[in-house]
């Protein structure tokens, strides 16, 4: 495609490159030169380099925008400090591409390409990891990266580790909590998890070892990766999860949901008997505060439904409570042998602890009984639903 049309597409979606760099003089005036050939809205964020890049870039004074980032703070920072620039500066998207000379810029008409398909998108160059040339760490470390992402994200990609990209300036989050090579893999998670699509498109690459220079540490970034994707499994588990579960759940009225997730669903009657079971279960328990991770996460585990549990397990809905916890003492009463006794005139520690204690043990004595007799009801009501659908048809 000519030049000529890519440029006006680049300025009509409002997008400019950024190029990051340290320390990469070998390499800095090719890809700036490639870069121009498509645009002139370009941003280089000079991190601290040492070498000859201040001359090199004095030497493009009137063609591209220089940011100076005084001391090497790391390629995360850069892209942020270059983000922000952007969004001041008016553009709506920015390209990011490395100044080690691996990425051709003749692959930006592809990404702009791109873009008229599907926004908002953040757009990721997809490398051949297998091609000569390419170090054996490299391709390990891209796999490790895109096993993680697809835990976090749900979204399966060929590599999250290249930082040749397209990024949605406007949708990205406001704020990071990294600022070196780890960045790059927090703001595709994150952006994933605002509802981004997060797509990979092919890219060549160039792996020269006369010309590239890479500053990746194998062992402080390797652990900083690590850290960060402990940190995003953690709240995949416990927030991303449960959050996405309670949004696609809270489309439905009660109606739709015994129709199509109870009475509809392909499970056997058995499976969604032990689910309300489960769900009884964990509702009436004393985990407040922990249902709907435990009923998402246990059924889950024992390959129940998910939905089926987790609605019943709001059976501790506020006008229900103070009932589960009148007959949950009732039970306590009745298995410790003593009378269940309130003056609310002489309250102490002891009268406390013996009434928590009392609580607990009928808590989930009371919920157990509930959830057995819950998943034999519902076992049978399924049962006579399923016969009735039968002789219908």
Request: hydrophobic share 45%; net charge positive; with cysteine.
């Amino acid at each position: 495609m000519e030049s000529s049309i890519i440029r006006h597409k680049i300025d009509e979606f409002k997008i400019c490159v950024l190029i990051p760099t340290y320390n990469n003089d070998k390499t800095l005036r090719r890809v700036i030169d490639g870069v121009l050939a498509y645009t002139n809205h370009v941003f280089v964020i000079n991190d601290g380099s040492t070498d000859t890049t201040l001359a090199i870039l004095e030497s493009y004074e009137k063609q591209i925008s220089v940011v100076t980032i005084p001391i090497n703070k790391g390629k995360g920072n850069a892209l942020q400090v270059g983000f922000r620039k952007a969004k001041e500066s008016g553009y709506d998207f920015a390209i990011t591409i490395d100044s080690d000379g691996q990425h051709f810029p003749h692959d930006i008409p592809n990404f702009v390409m791109k873009l008229e398909e599907n926004q908002p998108v953040l757009l990721i160059g997809s490398r051949q990891m297998e091609q000569d040339g390419i170090p054996k760490k490299s391709s390990f470390g891209n796999k490790f990266s895109n096993f993680w992402f697809w835990f976090e994200t749900g979204i399966k990609l060929d590599d999250t580790q290249s930082g040749y990209r397209l990024y949605p300036l406007n949708f990205l989050p406001n704020k990071f909590w990294t600022n070196k090579f780890e960045f790059e893999i927090e703001v595709i998670v994150r952006s994933a998890w605002k509802g981004i699509n997060v797509v990979n498109i092919p890219i060549d690459i160039l792996y020269d070892p006369n010309e590239r220079v890479s500053h990746f540490r194998p062992f402080k970034d390797f652990t900083r990766i690590s850290i960060l994707n402990t940190f995003l499994v953690f709240l995949t588990i416990f927030y991303i999860k449960p959050r996405n579960f309670l949004f696609s759940f809270k489309k439905k009225n009660i109606k739709t949901f015994f129709k199509e997730d109870i009475l509809g669903s392909n499970d056997s009657n058995k499976v969604k008997a032990l689910s309300i079971s489960l769900g009884v279960f964990l509702g009436i328990a004393p985990l407040w505060g922990f249902q709907t991770f435990l009923a998402i996460f246990l059924a889950s585990m024992f390959r129940l439904n998910k939905v089926i549990s987790f609605f019943f397990s709001n059976v501790s809905i506020p006008p229900m409570i103070p009932i589960i916890i009148y007959l949950s003492l009732l039970t306590g009463s009745f298995i410790l042998q003593d009378k269940m006794e309130f003056d609310f005139d002489v309250i102490s520690f002891q009268i406390i602890k013996k009434n928590l204690v009392r609580y607990v043990i009928g808590s989930f004595a009371f919920a157990t009984f509930c959830s057995i007799l819950s998943g034999v009801i519902s076992y049978f009501i399924l049962s006579f639903f399923s016969q009735k659908t039968v002789k219908n048809a």
